[in-house]
Every structure is written in C-alpha cells, then in structure tokens.
C-alpha cells in the first residue's frame, strides 16, 4: 500500500545524519527543530513569523486541546493546519507525558490512565485507542502512541512502563484508521541500557513510519541522556526518522546529532524568550533584563541572521522589558526559535560535505 510518508538518508557523518521526510503538508529536511504550539499556538509568535524565521515542523499538545477547546471542535473548524492556519507539517504528543506528570491527579492501569484535569478538576479516560482518536480529529501529519513516562531511576517501574508502552502500541496501531498520519512508537526504560535495548528493538519490530525516543530530559544527566542514546542508536532502523522528544538547548540538539537523532521539539526557546532571555549561536544566554544593556546598541547575536538581531539593539529589549512591553516576548522568541531552527539546518549542511563532527567536536560530549 503506498503511503505520504516516505524517509531518505542522504548523507551520514559518523552517527550524524541527514535526510528528507515527505508528508502529506510537506517535506522536512533533517535534522531538524520544532517550535512546540502546545496549544495550537507557538506563543508569542504567529505562524508567519515561525515560516520567515525557517522553521518547518510544529508540535502541538493532545492532552491540552483535548481539554481545551476539545478535538471535535478542532475537526469542526477543519483539522489544526486550518484552526492554526498553519500548512507546513504538524506533530500532535499522546498526551502521555501530561496525563503522568499529573501525579496524584493520575490513576494508571493496564486498560489506561483515568486524571482529572488541571483546569476544572473534571475527571477523562484516556486509553491508546482514544489517544489515536483524539490526534485523528486533531489531524497532525505525525502522531504518537500513547506511552508511559516512568522516573527514570526506577527499574522496576521503568520495565512496567515499558511493557505498557509495547502494549499499548500494538493497541494503537489496531486503532489507527487515517491513512494521512504517521504513527511513531515510543522507546522508553528510563536510564536502564538493558530495558533501553529492548524496548528499540520491540519499537523497531512494529515497523511504525518513525521511532520517538521518549522519558529523556525528565531529570537524568546529560551524559546518562547520552548513554542512552548511543544504546538505542544502532539497534534503530536507518531507514525511517528518530525523534527525540521535549530536548532542546544548542549543546542537546548537536549532541543528539552526533548520536543518530533526526527530529527535535521544546518549549525552552519561546519559555526564555518570556523570560528574557536569549539564546547565542556560539554557546551561553543573555539575560536582556540586566541594566549592563541599557545602552548597548549590539545585536543580541552578531552572527545571528534573525529579524530580531538585523533590525534591533540590545537597549531598545531592555526597554521593552523593563517597560513590560509584550513585544519583547516576541521578538526574544523569534532570535530563540531561529537559533535553533537554524543550527540544525547549519548540522545538516555540515553533515552533507563530511564536516559535522569537525566543525561541532567543542561542543561533542563523548
């Protein structure tokens, strides 16, 4: 049966690699960052300002609009690329990582987990065949199985969760009808190499459009992160996409190059740039709150290509910050996002001439 989706690896640099994945709203150039829309909304940027600054895939949030405003109106107003007036490629989570973080307000079985919601306190079921229903009206191009997010220290937790995971896989894989979304597996086992072995081996064998690699950045370290990844790493198909979910500061996403990863999602540019803060291309943050920039007429980033950086100075974002100006959320966002967005396309361009690992080795953590 043919299908949209379809994966090419052009070019490989050590583990570093570089592809092109077709969907049915366009295709992504990998490796490659998503700013993450968790309400189908990058905040404080528009979607034309997200195509301006480059980038090509966004990620929304099944549990947050499955509360709010609810996947049938979403479906009613004609899917999300037409509700967020987006038309590039969109990538819908589970809802998995929201429904667990919940803790208390979270009660988990074999048949699914029943929370009450962080809104109302109104009590939902989700299970992995109303997960893959809910994200078929919401109607991403991507879509996620629903999985279990364990502490990653836990082993005996960690193997439950990852059993569930496989389980609940195969359920959602029974239940997905649309033919115009790619449904990911998830590999989990917290930072355990043998659980972490076998669930991408499972993941693999499902032979989903793409594998997401899940329970990472949830309060592991860097090198326990990495460890991982050069577990799963060779036990993965090279021939489809491998996701590594919710990672996304400078030194992850070239780290995760390094370590075979293709696609990338996080709420930390847009959270910074709320925050006053701004990312550099070479390396560490600015905070523009700081009165040392009152007048400075710098660019937040010389090398920075950004609309933010060509068209403003250091002083004038102090300004609006101290004057609680929204605009400074938008415009910290947009050099945020950009930074991101494109070093990954810079990792790509490395990797197609043979120099990913030579221009990135001060920033590789081996």
């Known amino acids: 049966m043919s299908t949209p989706f379809q994966f090419t690896l052009e070019a490989q640099d050590g583990r ?14 990998t490796p490659v960052f998503a700013p993450v829309g968790t309400a189908a909304t990058v905040k404080a ?8 600054l480059g980038a090509s895939l966004v990620l929304s949030n099944t549990y947050h609009l499955y509360l709010r405003p609810g996947a049938d109106l979403v479906a009613e107003m004609g899917g999300l690329h037409e509700f967020m007036q987006w038309q590039g490629p ?6 998995g990582f929201q429904v667990f973080s919940l803790g208390e307000k979270s009660k988990i079985t074999d048949e699914g987990v029943t929370f009450r919601s962080h809104i109302d306190g109104s009590t939902h079921h ?25 502490d990653p220290y836990d082993a005996a937790y960690s193997q439950r969760a990852m059993q569930r995971t496989h389980d609940w896989l195969v359920r959602c894989l029974q239940a997905k009808r649309r033919g115009d979304q790619a449904l990911f597996g998830i590999v989990q086992g917290g930072v355990h190499p043998d659980l972490r072995a076998r669930s991408a081996e499972f993941v693999a064998a499902q032979n989903t459009p793409g594998i997401a690699i899940g329970g990472l950045s949830v309060g592991e370290t860097k090198d326990e992160m990495h460890d991982m990844l050069e577990v799963v790493d060779p036990l993965l198909p090279e021939d489809r996409p491998r996701y590594l979910m919710g990672v996304g500061t400078p030194e992850d996403l070239i780290n995760g190059v390094a370590r075979g990863v293709d696609i990338f999602d996080c709420v930390l540019p847009t959270r910074m740039g709320r925050n006053h803060s701004a990312l550099l291309q070479r390396g560490g943050r600015l905070n523009l709150k700081n009165a040392t920039f009152a007048r400075d007429e710098a660019p937040i980033d010389a090398a920075c290509d950004c ?3 060509r068209t403003f100075t250091r002083a004038y974002l102090r300004h609006l910050i101290s004057a609680k100006e929204m605009l400074s959320a938008t415009l910290l966002s947009i050099h945020n996002l950009y930074a991101l967005v494109d070093l990954a396309k810079a990792m790509r361009a490395a990797i197609l001439v043979g120099r ?3 221009e990135y080795a001060h920033l590789l953590v081996r």
């Not at 969109?90 to 809802?95: F, H, K, Q, R, V």
Request: glycine share 8%; aromatic share 8%.
């Open 16 to 29: 570093a690699r570089a592809g092109r994945f077709t969907t049915p709203h366009g295709e992504l150039l």
């Open 45 to 52: 940027v528009t979607p034309g300002q997200l195509a301006d």
């Open 90 to 95: 969109i990538l819908t989570d589970s809802g």
């Open 126 to 150: 989700f299970t992995p065949e109303s997960a893959v229903q809910i994200q078929e009206q919401l109607g991403a191009d991507i879509i996620m199985a629903f999985d279990e997010c364990a």
């Open 307 to 309: 609309y933010t950086c």
């Open 356 to 358: 990913f690992e030579e």
